[in-house]
């Protein structure tokens, strides 16, 4: 299985069989991800092997005031389904990609399966370290240094309590860049990207300029005209007023203008169609 989902509103009410009165609608998706694998174990009796789930990274640490609970909903569940499930978060531009780009990656797999029985084989003082720094799936794919530290987070195996109590009051979510949940153990660990393979930066894959439609230039007067591209562009305090009547000061950091064609681009997100002015927006200067 491969997915992708939102990223909020995970809570239970009460337990997994009351997970409809899920807080918010985004929650709804994940819980989806959950009955899909559940039916195929209880109702097929052929578990789903393997599983690529991808997200943004501040899964790790939602929502504000129960910090890394959403997250350990998620493990809990694939725990208590029989799956193991290493976690990264990869910025693309660490591996030689042109956008800095982070997300995290959730690589799930069975426990009937040859590489979860391997690695359940190992002492397990020795697992979460070794598969988080040594020989994981992960890993394999997005090499780290491995001389990183290495926690051990404490779950309970019922996800209504989790989803109640995990982490509650705390001021930092327990969950790392990367780590595991494996036979009810998290482990987890700050890693640093180790990669020295061929890299892209933004002005690699500029194209041609005669294969770029007019409509996507930007005059003079549309980047310096009164709010154009410029002003957007720009740091700004700008006094409002609140549908309730509440003051308050609305304050952006002034982003780069235009967009380094040196160095991995920003990352794209999916309303950046049209000319409209934009902090979010690319712009780049061509020759």
């Known amino acids: 299985m491969v997915g992708g989902f939102q990223c909020k509103d995970y809570s239970v009410a009460t337990t997994l069989k009351n997970s409809g009165e899920l807080d918010g609608e985004k929650g709804v998706l994940w819980w989806s991800i959950y009955d899909l694998l559940d039916y195929f174990i209880k109702e097929r009796k052929k578990p789903t092997k393997y599983l ?26 694939l725990d208590n389904l029989g799956y193991a499930a290493e976690w990264r978060v990869i910025n693309a531009a660490d591996y030689g990609e042109p956008q800095r ?7 799930g797999y069975h426990k009937t399966t040859h590489i979860y029985k391997r690695f359940m084989e190992r002492p397990l003082q020795e697992r979460g370290r ?23 987070i404490k779950i309970d195996n019922d996800t209504a309590i989790v989803s109640k109590s995990f982490n509650h009051g705390k001021k930092l979510s ?5 780590g595991i949940i494996m036979n009810g153990r998290i482990f987890t660990s700050k890693v640093q990207p180790s990669y020295s393979g061929p ?25 310096y005209n009164k709010k154009g591209w ?5 740091a700004k305090a700008i006094d409002k007023v609140s549908k309730s009547g509440h003051n308050y000061t609305f304050k952006e950091g002034k982003m780069e203008e235009p967009d380094a064609l040196t160095k991995p681009l ?3 997100i999916t309303s950046e ?15």
């Open 130 to 152: 070794s598969i988080i720094l040594k020989d994981g799936v992960l890993q394999n794919a997005f090499p780290t240094a491995n001389d990183s530290e290495v926690t051990n």
């Open 266 to 268: 920003r990352t794209i």
């Open 174 to 178: 327990p969950f790392l860049n990367a």
């Open 52 to 77: 690529i789930l991808e997200n943004v990274d501040r899964l790790l640490v939602s929502p504000a005031k129960q910090r890394g609970r959403d997250f350990a909903v998620m493990l809990s569940c």
């Open 101 to 107: 780009r982070r997300r995290i990656f959730i690589v």
């Open 273 to 287: 169609g049209g000319k409209t002015p934009s902090i979010i927006k690319h712009i780049i200067t061509i020759k």
């Open 230 to 234: 410029a002003w957007h562009k720009n």
């Open 199 to 223: 890299s892209q930066v933004l002005g690699d894959i500029i194209d041609d300029n005669g294969n770029i439609g007019e409509e996507y230039f930007i005059s003079e007067k549309e980047l």
